[in-house]
């Protein structure tokens, strides 16, 4: 909990730093037609207070509230008692994480605007520009096939590239990683081409076994190619795996 907490401090201070400096580049605009004024006023009631929140930002609107930005880093019950208030209250809501709203389905959002691009289109517009034609897909939750499916119609409304894919779903215990990988390699052993991976999973701690797994793996991949998405890929891990 420190730890994330401390990375949302971290969070938090670039996206003020950013706000800060666009606010003082456009001021700086000699053919601006007006001038922004800006305070900044954080938010520390926890988001499941709706109560608390609501009444939090009524008391900021009475200053001159215009905005809500807040970051819910996926969590659907800190982005329903944000996304609530902007609704109710009608004010802009800029998560500046990925909103928490399933991209399959049709729900119509007012007031939210999500300045971090969802992962398929992300790891869609990677596979184009390294033009891969085809890739593995290594994943352990429900929704992968929607996933999937998702970075498909996104790589094809940026490109007439045809892309093969195919779904592997990895071990549920760790301890099977290992065993896992050495079959996974074994399937196409004889062939000399690259190999494409996009790894999905669903929990910070299960991918960080997983990378160590890959790593601690004992057959030769020089011509494995991994793509990691919903979670950072720390500086360890880049430096560990230019060595392998």
Not at 41 to 51: E, G, M, P, V, Y
Not at 189 to 207: E, G, H, M, N
Request: aromatic share 12%; charged share 20%.
């Amino acid at each position: 909990m420190v730890e994330e907490r401390r990375q949302h401090n971290i969070t938090e201070q670039g996206v003020i730093s950013a706000l800060n400096y666009t606010v003082n580049r456009y001021n700086h605009d000699l053919y601006a037609r007006f001038k922004l004024s800006h305070h900044n006023r954080a938010l520390r009631n926890a988001a499941f207070d709706t109560w608390g929140v609501m009444k939090k930002i009524c008391a900021e609107l009475q200053e001159g509230l215009m905005v809500m930005l807040a970051g819910v880093d996926g969590n659907q019950r800190t982005f329903e008692a944000y996304n609530s208030i902007a609704n109710t209250i009608e004010i802009p809501f800029v998560n500046w994480d990925l909103s928490a709203i399933n991209p399959n389905k049709n729900v119509p959002n007012n007031f939210e605007v999500s300045v971090r691009p969802p992962n398929h289109e992300l790891v869609a517009h990677v596979i184009v520009q390294k033009r891969w034609d085809n890739f593995i897909y290594l994943h352990d939750g429900k929704s992968a096939p929607q996933n999937l499916q998702l970075i498909h119609n996104a790589i094809q409304k940026v490109s007439n590239m045809s892309v093969k894919s195919e779904l592997i779903k990895i071990p549920t215990d760790k301890v099977d990683y290992g065993d896992f990988l050495r079959n996974f390699n074994l399937r196409d052993f004889l062939k000399d081409a690259p190999r494409r991976v996009v790894i999905d999973i669903t929990t910070s701690y299960k991918q960080q076994q997983f990378l160590v797994a890959i790593r601690g793996a004992q057959f030769n991949q020089q011509n494995y190619h991994y793509l990691v998405i919903n979670f950072d890929f720390l500086p360890y891990d880049v430096k560990m795996f230019q060595v392998l």
